[in-house]
């Protein structure tokens, strides 16, 4: 949240968040992903609150309810409640992928697509991402 010590923060740990209340997804493979990048440190983080759709979960986090531990292109990074604080040292990038049957033909929009989104996802590097305001 906006209002929160951690938003004042040039960069939080991961034992920071492990030491405020999240908000999470309630899909278990994302949930799973999320805590699993925990192990090994003393103290486990707390989930009081699972939502499925991420404007809400921001919505959420603007309202106080909690912090939030989220990949950069889930969150509007202009939200007024909200402060994005960079984690130091960054955790693991998520992999984004395309599939589709090895007996389809890839049509010219498909292809554009995918050309357009590996280009603007090269650019997300994590050393590139803008600081929070």
């Known amino acids: 949240p906006a209002a929160s010590e951690l938003a004042g923060r040039p960069y939080v740990s991961l034992d920071d968040i492990a030491g ?12 799973a ?15 009081p609150y699972r939502f499925d759709d991420n404007p809400t979960l921001q919505g959420c986090v603007a309202a ?15 939200h007024p409640g909200t402060r ?11 992999r984004l992928v395309a599939v589709w049957h090895e007996d ?18 090269a650019t997300l590097e994590v050393g590139s991402l803008p600081s929070a305001p």
């Open 104 to 121: 389809r033909h890839k049509s010219p929009a498909a292809a554009a697509f995918l050309e357009v989104a590996a280009a603007i996802l």
């Open 20 to 31: 405020v209340p999240l908000i999470g997804w309630r899909a278990d493979a994302d949930h």
């Open 33 to 47: 992903q999320i805590v699993d990048l925990f192990a090994g440190l003393p103290q486990r983080p707390r989930f």
């Open 64 to 78: 106080g309810l909690a912090h939030a531990l989220l990949p950069w292109l889930t969150v509007d990074p202009d």
């Open 84 to 94: 994005l604080v960079p984690v130091d040292p960054p955790v693991p990038p998520r």
